[in-house]
């Protein structure tokens, strides 16, 4: 079935620092592909998405392209700030509806 | 606009014993999810509704967890009896109904812990 793999955290960086997260999928036919960030004592918001190949979702300085050859999603962002601290997760939409399948998290923690 | 809203935030509760969890969509929003949140790990879907009626609950426990969402609007998600596996965030989310793969919003979640 389908599946995301994330890089193993947690990351932790120094404000200002680039920031690469790394995600890789598995699925059949197009899914379409997201990127949700959970901050402390809240539920996840839809940070950006792509839906089709070579698309490059985009959203507050963070950015992601749909690479279909190499089936990744990988966030980046130039300059990360302490408010950026939270957990990022991917996660893929299924062709045949609309369930998301979700990797396992990063906890990223940005210092000062 | 007003989000998606969860309550109670926290329960507490025994093993063995019973809990009920509402959910409240985004107005207008006919697909509804319920999703479990075990720590250290992505949401996995539980069940979909759309509308009044069940899309996907190929991962619901059935013997233990109910789900329904009679007017089709807001939704109730039932355990019973509760174990301690279940200890988890439950995230309800909502979407409107486009044919593809819409944006899922997410409520805040509420987080049973199971003694």
């Known amino acids: 079935g389908d599946s995301v793999t994330q890089m193993e955290g947690p990351v932790t960086l120094s404000e200002e620092a680039f920031l690469t997260i790394n995600c890789t999928y598995t699925?059949?036919?197009?899914?379409?592909l997201f990127w949700y960030v959970q901050y402390p004592g809240e539920g996840l918001q839809l940070l950006l998405k792509?839906?089709?190949?070579?698309d490059k979702g985009s959203n507050k300085g963070f950015e992601a392209t749909y690479r279909k050859e190499t089936t990744s999603f990988h966030l980046e962002k130039g300059s990360v700030q302490v408010s950026d601290s939270a957990v990022y997760f991917c996660?893929?939409?299924?062709?045949?509806?609309?369930?998301?399948?979700f990797g396992e998290g990063t906890q990223l923690t940005v210092n000062p | 606009e007003a989000g998606v809203a969860q309550s109670p935030r926290y329960k507490i509760i025994e093993k063995r014993q019973s809990v009920a969890f509402w959910c409240n969509p985004i107005?207008?929003?006919?697909?509804l999810y319920w999703y479990q949140q075990i720590l250290g790990q992505g949401p996995k879907l539980l069940i979909q509704?759309?509308?009044?009626?069940?899309?996907?609950d190929s991962q619901l426990p059935k013997d233990r967890f109910s789900a329904e969402r009679l007017k089709g609007v807001d939704s109730t998600l039932k355990i019973q009896p509760a174990k301690l596996e279940d200890s988890a965030v439950y995230l309800c989310?909502?979407?409107?109904?486009?044919?593809?793969?819409?944006?899922?919003?997410f409520g805040p979640g509420t987080r049973l812990t199971v003694l």
């Open positions: 989310a909502s979407s409107l109904w486009t044919g593809g793969t819409d944006t899922q919003y």
């Open positions: 699925a059949t036919g197009y899914p379409s």
């Open positions: 792509a839906t089709k190949a070579d």
């Open positions: 996660a893929l939409g299924e062709t045949s509806g609309s369930r998301l399948t």
């Open positions: 107005s207008g929003h006919a697909t």
């Open positions: 509704f759309q509308n009044n009626g069940v899309v996907d």
